[in-house]
């Protein structure tokens, strides 16, 4: 079996350590550099993609039946893009949701909608890629 993870994490360190380095001062050294970096970054995205969308799918299936919305849509497969389908499908429902509670006046419909706005805010922090770090060349 690969680790797709561990693999763009060898390029990327390759590539800024050794490869960029080697061309520094010329268009190709930033070029590898940066694209080294995006092989980490990518490979990390890669490494934690089931996890958050395994997370991100429970959290909207809960907030969603908490607005009484019936939740049909299932998963295929573990597969990254069957749970991206799905998530997709929830995020959604979820947003038609928001969208009709959030000028609701009732503590209830305030309460879910702060929720749900709260969800996709974290939802955002949690796909920004960190920085990776390198070893001194």
Known sequence: MSDIGLILQSIGTTL???VAPALEGRYEGGNA????????MAG????SAADRLSRE?????ALLMAGGVEITTQADSLKLTDL???RNALADELITLQ???ET?????????????WGFFIAGAAERMPSLPEFPET
Do not use: H, P, Y
């Open 99 to 101: 969208a009709r509670i």
């Open 44 to 47: 990390e995205a890669w490494d």
């Open 16 to 18: 800024v350590t050794k």
């Open 104 to 116: 609701e006046t009732d503590e209830a419909s305030k309460a879910l909608n702060a929720q749900i």
């Open 33 to 40: 550099g940066i694209s080294g970096m995006l092989a980490v």
């Open 57 to 61: 799918i429970e959290t909207m299936r």
């Open 84 to 86: 991206q389908a799905v």
